[in-house]
């Protein structure tokens, strides 16, 4: 069986170059699909997810199995910085905990701005 695998902040610097190398060396046994994030239409093979909606991360907890977050804000004003890192960090994690998923948490230094 497939497991199926989110990888949200994927169009940021380090989840850009976290999904290319997925991209390049596929694993057959998970099927990866990009987070995002923009009132747009969604592309194909990416899910729509608001870190900061319970209603959406339960959507996405519910659908996946493995959900790797690479998001993160370094830009100002601070508040969105703490939204984005904290808050949103709190609320997935609470999701996935009530689905019993999997959360990879992977960060870079450039969050510390």
């Given at each position: 069986m497939?497991?199926?695998?989110?990888?949200?902040?994927?169009?940021?610097?380090?989840?850009?170059?976290?999904?290319?190398?997925?991209?390049?060396?596929?694993?057959?046994?998970?099927?990866?699909?990009?987070?995002?994030?923009?009132?747009?239409?969604?592309?194909?093979?990416?899910?729509?997810?608001?870190?900061?909606?319970?209603?959406?991360?339960?959507s996405v907890a519910e659908k996946f199995d493995i959900i790797i977050n690479c998001s993160g804000q370094t830009t100002n004003p601070i508040e969105q910085c703490y939204q984005q890192n904290s808050t949103g960090i709190h609320l997935l994690s609470k999701a996935i905990k009530k689905y019993d998923r999997y959360l990879i948490h992977l960060s870079s230094a450039v969050v510390y701005g």
């Open positions: 497939t497991e199926k695998v989110l990888v949200i902040g994927a169009s940021g610097f380090f989840g850009s170059h976290f999904l290319k190398t997925l991209k390049e060396n596929p694993l057959p046994q998970f099927s990866f699909y990009q987070g995002y994030f923009s009132n747009k239409a969604t592309p194909p093979g990416s899910v729509y997810v608001n870190i900061l909606d319970p209603l959406s991360l339960k």
